[in-house]
């Protein structure tokens, strides 16, 4: 039977120093050979090579480019006794070369591999879920006298690495995944951030038993959300249980490639630095492990002076649960709020000429041979012109928003709702002439005493938050918190503007202002702003991009599913065939099956487990052999390489999944 742990009286504590004050959480010190690791120290950068760990000048070679890409942690994976004994050629070879960068050994199922790893590199991680136990996916019931027994058995298993930690002054990462939880955690406390918890709080309590407390903890998980909730129980819970406030390693796991792989990155860990949570970071995309430093050195630049952002005022009661997650309560205005998915707003009040074809960047395509309109799965629900007018007619479901100034002297007020500031409304928007569905902007100087009046008699407005403050998403959810302690449910509406930022920096940022809020429950719909871009700068991919951006941030967030999920690890020592050359196979083929998750695992132990949350799966199993999973379940263990991806399609269209592109 699941152990159904209460969650109320959580309510009684925050996981963090302070939500509207940037502080960062206050841990012990960690030594990992030359580097220190804790609230005392920067944020430190981490990867982990994907070369054969049997291949040393391989292995050199790589480490050598993440370091100097600035990597501050190596992480090499030993799944067995050879390769923990050639991390000793590794680390003399790297040496030897000036190199003196820690080295993490990664371990699973092998505590020998893990015995003899403690022994020649400074730190070694091990996951919870597969340290001591096996994953079969089978439901154990446990009396509390037999569950103990368990727990004595693990002790006895694990000791002995502790030990050895403790002697030779190696650090120790105990790092639970969500997907490889094991069935014995799974059955008595369930497949939740909860059993994530315990999974690693068995372990550090022995850990503290020994008087070894050079440890780091992390709690990954290719959700997001989950990941999220999982992170803020755990230092809950050790500050509540009583432990040491260890250092946390931040990451989402098989968080994928390109701009998914970011944005999914980004709303989990970013969500968490916003609240001054993290001490590592690692972001695991699909590429090559150096291309992962500058995209977790971008995510952690941003805390840098982050304490130093306009005061925001305390919070006095939370008035959400913070380690599950329950959407706000909203009225539904028009299509926006309630149980409606968040809508995507195009900002396109700069663009000089709107035109049929400026459309196409924000997914709707005119074709004019037959004059008709194709929209994407991605494509925007309203667009924001502010002053600017359009001289065709809009595709049929696509709405258009103007500035207040402009509405008043339109006709078509079926199409076209109007954008008012805090002033307009109150002084010159008049509710019983005006019925219909409206936007106000509003920010923390508009919540008075009669914005609030107003607003709890009209049943048509739309609030559309945004603020200035560099701490931005703390910031916006105080809004939220007051709008909740005013009894006031329209829905909002989050926008965000950034001034000309890289490419890759719009995605980070933007992933992590409004990805914390979407899966703190806030947020019926994105509004990404080019306002304070210059005109000339305004291209059609630059539409694209934030367009892309605001549906990817809510498919991250787990709010509106509108494309294919990969799932993907990131490679390592383990890998059994090129992950990369794979997943981008697997991706042309099926990237038009909106809302299907596909895991693609390079090895047996990121298998099932990591790709819990996925519907189909595929796995390397061999050299050339990838087994394919529905769900959990293996359906075809061995199939050559070559025939994988057709005998994939095959049993998606089996399961009736499939849709022709």
């Known amino acids: 039977m699941v152990c159904h742990i209460?969650?109320?009286?959580?309510?009684?504590?925050?996981?963090?120093?302070?939500?509207t004050q940037y502080i960062r959480r206050k841990t012990v010190?960690?030594?990992?050979g030359n580097l220190y690791i804790g609230s005392d120290y920067p944020i430190r950068v981490q990867s982990m090579t994907t070369i054969d760990t049997m291949d040393t000048q391989g292995s050199v070679q790589q480490a050598i480019r993440m370091i100097e890409a600035g990597c501050e942690l190596v992480r090499i994976t030993a799944p067995s006794i050879k390769e923990a004994q050639n991390l000793e050629n590794i680390k003399n070879e790297l040496r030897k070369l000036g190199y003196h960068t820690p080295l993490v050994a990664d371990i699973h199922f092998t505590p020998n591999a893990a015995e003899l790893a403690a022994r020649i590199v400074e730190k070694v991680r091990i996951n919870p879920g597969n340290y001591a136990d096996r994953k079969r996916f089978e439901s154990i019931q446990y009396t509390e006298k037999s569950y103990m027994a368990e727990l004595e058995r693990i002790r006895e298993k694990f000791l002995p690495l502790v030990k050895i930690c403790k002697e030779y002054g190696t650090a120790m990462r105990i790092g639970t995944n969500h997907g490889s939880l094991s069935d014995r955690i799974m059955s008595r406390y369930g497949d939740n951030p909860l059993g994530m918890v315990e999974s690693a709080l068995e372990f550090v309590k022995i850990c503290e038993d020994a008087q070894f407390y050079n440890i780091i903890i992390s709690m990954k998980s290719s959700n997001p959300q989950v990941m999220v909730q999982a992170y803020r129980m755990l230092v809950h819970r050790l500050h509540t249980d009583g432990h040491k406030p260890y250092p946390l390693h931040l990451g989402v796991t098989e968080a994928g490639e390109a701009e998914d792989g970011r944005i999914k990155s980004a709303v989990g860990i970013g969500t968490l630095l916003e609240d001054g949570l993290g001490d590592t970071v690692r972001v695991s995309l699909t590429e090559a492990p150096e291309c992962e430093m500058p995209v977790a050195q971008k995510l952690i630049h941003r805390y840098t002076h982050r304490a130093e952002h306009k005061p925001i005022k305390e919070v006095a009661h939370y008035p959400i649960h913070p380690f599950e997650y329950t959407r706000r309560k909203s009225a539904e205005v028009a299509n926006i709020g309630a149980h409606n998915v968040p809508r995507v707003i195009a900002d396109l009040s700069h663009v000089a000429d709107i035109q049929y074809h400026t459309l196409k960047s924000i997914g709707h395509h005119y074709f004019a041979l037959t004059d008709k309109w194709v929209m994407t799965d991605q494509g925007a629900d309203y667009i924001y012109t502010g002053l600017n007018n359009i001289d065709f007619m809009l595709p049929n479901g696509l709405k258009q928003i103007v500035d207040y100034e402009n509405w008043v002297n339109t006709n078509n007020t079926t199409h076209i709702f109007p954008m008012l500031t805090y002033e307009q409304y109150i002084n010159k928007y008049d509710l019983e002439k005006y019925k219909s569905l409206h936007f106000i902007k509003t920010n923390y100087k508009a919540l008075t005493p009669d914005f609030y009046n107003k607003l709890k008699n009209d049943h048509s407005a739309v609030l559309v938050l945004h603020t200035h403050n560099t701490h931005a998403m703390a910031a916006i959810r105080r809004i939220c918190f007051y709008l909740y302690e005013n009894e006031i449910y329209s829905p909002i509406i989050i926008q965000r503007q950034y001034d000309d930022i890289l490419d890759d920096e719009l995605l980070l940022h933007a992933s992590t202002d409004i990805g914390g809020l979407l899966i703190d429950g806030f947020g019926d719909g994105i509004l990404l702003s080019t306002e304070l871009l210059q005109p000339q700068n305004i291209t059609p991919d630059k539409l694209k991009l934030y367009n892309h951006t605001a549906f990817g941030i809510l498919q991250a967030a787990r709010t509106r599913?509108?494309?294919?999920?990969?799932?993907?690890?990131?490679?390592?020592?383990?890998?059994?065939?090129?992950?990369?050359?794979?997943?981008?196979?697997?991706?042309?083929?099926?990237?038009?099956?909106?809302?299907?998750?596909?895991?693609?695992?390079?090895?047996?132990?990121?298998?099932?487990?990591?790709?819990?949350?996925?519907?189909?799966?595929?796995?390397?199993?061999?050299?050339?052999?990838?087994?394919?999973?529905?769900?959990?379940e293996v359906v075809n263990k061995s199939v050559p390489a070559s025939e994988a991806l057709d005998e994939l399609i095959n049993l998606i269209k089996a399961h009736g999944m499939w849709v022709e592109p």
Not at 29 to 32: A, K, L
């Open 29 to 32: 010190n960690v030594q990992i």
């Open 6 to 19: 209460s969650l109320s009286s959580y309510m009684d504590n925050l996981y963090c120093t302070s939500l």
């Open 561 to 632: 599913m509108s494309k294919t999920e990969y799932i993907s690890c990131p490679s390592c020592g383990r890998t059994l065939f090129d992950l990369q050359d794979t997943t981008a196979m697997i991706r042309k083929r099926t990237d038009h099956l909106k809302g299907l998750k596909i895991g693609i695992m390079g090895c047996i132990v990121n298998g099932p487990g990591e790709m819990a949350d996925a519907d189909f799966g595929y796995v390397g199993v061999g050299k050339d052999k990838i087994a394919l999973y529905k769900g959990k």
